[in-house]
């Protein structure tokens, strides 16, 4: 080709480019994000579905060529990545891509710890899966994604079909009719680029783990299927009741509930909603009694496992079924115990959970962001309550719309999936972020939001501490109008001076709330030992245990849990002490392989003794 004929070429395409981009090309635009994707079908594992995990090729793609031209304006359809072009098939095309040449990826599963040259790999990645499949009539079928970390655009068969924002909640998209009876081409564009209008913002003190890092499946329903339901319970004035809804999509008739357990069938009315009388066991950590819970229409059958409790606040109390309770917990990232990454099997979850058992836990603070399914579903069969919370952390773009609509969109989709799951009693908004009026605003309004769409928990936040001096130390932030819980990080012993000032450290409170501290802890490698003053030292850092639970034992007016920071040693790009950290925050009660340090055992001793 003459080197006219090729400019003409560029030339060409690069207008061709031009035109298509006011086609409202949906663009993983990353600054103001937008969702395009289904409704949420919630208790996935109970439907029929197809498994789409297993190795899947990629391609990593820092400049985005699979997207975008060399002007930065997206590619025309059908010559970007999601066509998934072969490179062999035409001898004289020049096609510079070929999934089916290129290695592969395990899904469920981070990208950072599968392949040593992707371990800092922040940027755009491509997935393809290839699989066969016969849609039978009748049938609807959604593509569910457990969870892509942080951008994800959906591509079946050459065309863009779904995008979603956000990286530690699920989503699906309908893909009824676009299925090809045969051989199917699923292409997942992902970005993990950190970004400060973005949720988390740009830092974070965790791995930034990219990729489809949850499950992917098939999902068959029938044309007119139950969407999503709640069922929680109340007390009304003659006794207590089972309440809810149920949402349908398509026509489908009235529903039914049934609770075989509790002899109850009733039919939800017109607009979905039912309650009945009832008297179930209730739910607590040491009866973490779940029921079978039936809900039918006409088409549709879909069982879940619910419990029944009450959860509330009485002044500085805490009461669980009117009972006052102490939440027992420790602070959990969702990283797998040993060298991966992401937990990513029930098997993992139950190994992290059997720690915290093993350590008297009947709380765990799934942080910074939401967890798995498994692992609220595997914690509530344990008896282990949860506090849920989303990715606002640290230093957010408070001022951005697009930032505020990501952050409520993920509290959505957190509370969507769980709403159900009797374990979880805090859905927190936020953590450790610096008090602003701009800060403020935005809180109140996800706090607001939580109230709204789920009447039935407390909603908190993880606020920071204020020096009063002389070793008085309370918590002074607006948002304790809004929160019903006084919850809070503190580092005393740690960031604050050293250990100590733990022996002569007050809190007090204004407001007549319960008082919860959601951290405290301290670094250490497992097996280094020392003098008690030496940082790192697993000395040091049971010393400080030591007089931190001596400190909330004796000197913290209404507490009624902790969450120490943290069950698990976790990747952090924060943490660069060689032969020290090596990439590690060593604040774990047992390392990142699991081995236990001393410290583990003063906080079994305390909890043991509550
Ligand atoms: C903060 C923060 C954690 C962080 C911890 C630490 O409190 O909430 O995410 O890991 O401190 O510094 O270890």
Redesign the pocket.
């Known amino acids: 080709m003459t080197r006219t004929s090729s400019h003409l070429l560029l030339l060409a395409c690069a207008i061709c480019a031009i035109a298509c981009t006011d086609k409202n090309v949906k663009t993983a635009s990353g600054n103001v994000p937008f969702n395009d994707v289904s409704p949420l079908i919630t208790n996935i594992g109970a439907r029929t579905s197809y498994s789409l995990d297993g190795a899947w090729k990629y391609i990593a793609d820092p400049q985005r060529i699979g997207y975008y031209n060399y002007r930065n304006k997206p590619l025309a359809p059908g010559s970007n990545y999601f066509a998934d072009r072969s490179s062999t098939a035409d001898p004289t095309a020049l096609v510079e891509y070929d999934f089916d040449l290129a290695d592969s990826l395990a899904v469920p599963g981070d990208w950072n710890t599968q392949k040593e040259k992707l371990y800092f790999y922040e940027g755009m990645l491509w997935y393809r899966k290839k699989f066969n499949f016969e849609p039978a009539e009748g049938k609807r079928y959604f593509l569910y994604f457990g969870a892509v970390n942080y951008e994800a655009v959906v591509g079946l068969n050459g065309k863009e079909i779904g995008h979603h924002t956000g990286g530690f909640t699920p989503f699906d998209i309908e893909v009824t009719g676009k299925l090809r009876s045969g051989s199917n081409s699923l292409v997942v564009m992902v970005q993990n680029d950190r970004r400060k209008e973005a949720v988390p913002t740009d830092i974070?003190?965790?791995w930034n783990y990219g990729g489809i890092t949850r499950s992917v499946k098939l999902v068959e329903v029938p044309e007119n299927f139950i969407l999503d339901y709640s069922v929680q319970i109340r007390s009304g004035d003659g006794g207590n009741e089972i309440y809810g809804w149920v949402k349908t999509d398509g026509n489908a008739e009235g529903a039914t509930v049934s609770i075989p357990e509790l002899g109850k069938s009733v039919k939800a009315d017109a607009t979905g909603g039912f309650s009945f009388a009832a008297e179930p066991e209730l739910w607590c950590p040491e009866n973490p009694k779940l029921y079978d819970v039936i809900i039918e229409t006409a088409s549709d059958k879909v069982a879940d496992r619910i419990g029944f409790r009450f959860v509330e606040t009485k002044g500085k109390k805490l009461l669980l079924n009117g009972k006052e309770i102490f939440c027992k917990g420790v602070s959990i990232h969702e990283e797998q115990i040993g060298m991966g990454g992401r937990v990513t099997s029930r098997e993992q979850c139950r190994a992290l959970l059997d720690e915290a058992a093993a350590m008297g836990c009947n709380f765990v603070r799934l942080?910074?962001y939401p967890h798995n399914e498994d692992m609220v579903r595997l914690a509530e069969e344990m008896g282990i309550m949860v506090w849920s919370e989303i990715p606002v952390?640290?230093t957010i773009d408070w001022n951005n719309q697009g930032t505020f609509d990501n952050a409520a969109t993920q509290l959505t989709e957190n509370i969507t999936r769980d709403r159900n799951r009797a374990n979880i009693i805090i859905w927190s908004v936020a953590?450790?972020t610096p008090i602003s009026e701009e800060r403020n605003s935005f809180l109140f309004k996800l706090i607001d939001r939580a109230h709204e769409l789920d009447g039935t928990r407390l909603v908190s936040a993880?606020m920071e501490v204020k020096d009063l001096g002389g070793g008085h130390v309370t918590v002074d932030d607006p948002l304790i109008a809004k929160t019903d819980l006084i919850s809070f990080?503190e580092?005393m012993g740690w960031?604050w001076g050293s250990s100590r000032i733990c022996d002569t450290t007050y809190f007090t409170f204004e407001a007549e709330k319960p008082v919860f501290i959601?951290?405290f802890?301290a670094?250490a490698v497992a097996g280094r030992h020392g003098d008690v003053s030496a940082r790192w030292t697993e000395e040091y850092m049971e010393d400080l245990y030591v007089r931190n639970t001596g400190m909330l034992e004796n000197r913290v007016d209404g507490l009624v849990g902790t969450t120490p920071?943290?069950l698990k040693d976790?990747r952090?790009t924060r943490r660069h002490l060689t032969g020290t950290q090596d990439d590690y925050?060593r604040?774990g009660l047992i390392s990142n392989m699991g081995v236990r340090k001393s410290a583990f055992y003063v906080m079994k001793d305390w909890y043991s003794k509550k």
């Open positions: 974070t003190d965790w942080a910074h952390y640290w953590n450790e993880a990080n580092y960031y959601s951290e802890g670094g920071w943290i976790f952090s925050n604040k």
